[in-house]
């Protein structure tokens, strides 16, 4: 039974593709939500609440951490869910899959690899840090049987994402308003392909205590990815504009996630560039055609918007 926390489009991507596998899943979020299917059971539970984890991964081949707070929480919220995660997969001894950001390297001046140091002088930066040390700690004093954390950059999503925030211009046709410089590059990773690592890494001892960097398309602009939407979309390319930092945070005054995003915006501010050489070359991985992962990405018309 492969063990899930959290059923976003990582979380669900995972039930999904083990599930097309042949794979027992249990998929565990606050609500019980989860995409249908036979091999997926969903369930409702609190993943801060270290007994019930430990309960529900008791059958766990692996255990795999996709949750995400709300932004302005993760200092509340990740040290509980962080331990009872490293609880359940002590208790079970199956080894446990974390999903990782970029955050932790902070800003950079050159391709990130994954044996750059973890500076980020940033409050999300640095709670992502504390939960990656404390899951090595336990794995090398022998607590859990393996740990590893696989890093992506932002995604390319229906949710979340360059995408959420052009297609309404795009079906529109109206100006597309984007958070940072259009003509950086910057690399996305499809949320497909993260899902398709942590399978593959969670129970590979030669993952384990290492942090990998997902297969992700060679980087590209705001403009290009834009760009790309409407060529995948059949839609005619609207205006793009950026907006000035000086209105992100005024509005950041007024909106905690905007607010949270301030923090981050110095990855768009300059090229922001993934390498994922060493995940390649160890495991064989490679990333999704970037047309593929946009169109498979595409959200479907809101019936009611339309």
Excluded at 100 to 107: K, R, T
Excluded at 144 to 165: A, F, K, N, Q
């Amino acid at each position: 039974m492969h063990v899930i926390v959290g059923a976003g489009a990582v979380g669900s991507g995972i039930a999904r593709q083990l599930a097309e596998a042949g794979e027992q899943v249990r998929l565990i979020t606050r609500s019980g939500s989860g995409p249908v299917d036979p091999r997926i059971e969903r369930v409702a539970a609190n993943a801060s609440d270290a007994a019930a984890l430990t309960r529900l991964s008791r059958d766990a081949v692996a255990i795999y951490n996709c949750a995400n707070p709300p932004y302005h929480t993760w200092p509340t919220d990740w040290p509980p869910m962080a331990e009872a995660l490293l609880a359940a997969a002590e208790a079970s001894g199956a080894p446990l899959a974390i999903t990782g950001n970029l955050y932790v390297y902070g800003p950079v001046n050159r391709p990130m690899t994954e044996d750059m140091p973890l500076a980020t002088p940033t409050v999300k930066g640095r709670v992502r840090i504390k939960m990656w040390e404390d899951a090595v700690a336990a794995y090398r004093s022998g607590r859990i049987s393996g740990v590893t954390e696989v890093r992506g950059s932002d995604y390319i999503s229906p949710r979340y994402s360059v995408i959420e925030l052009a297609m309404p211009g795009l079906r529109a046709g109206k100006t597309i308003w984007l958070p940072g410089p259009l003509d950086n590059p910057h690399t996305f990773t499809y949320t497909g392909d993260m899902a398709a690592a942590l399978i593959a890494l969670a129970r590979d001892p030669r993952a384990w205590g290492q942090a990998w960097h997902v297969p992700s398309p060679a980087p590209m602009t705001l403009r290009q990815v834009v760009t790309k939407l409407a060529e995948v979309g059949g839609f005619p390319l609207p205006r793009l504009r950026s907006y000035p930092k000086t209105a992100i945070r005024a509005a950041g005054l007024f909106d905690r996630r905007t607010r949270e995003f301030v923090e981050m915006s110095y990855q768009w501010d300059r090229p922001f560039v993934l390498d994922s050489t060493r995940t390649e070359a160890t495991f064989g991985l490679s990333a999704t055609n970037v047309d593929d992962a946009i169109r498979a990405s595409m959200p479907e018309p809101d019936p009611i918007a339309a």
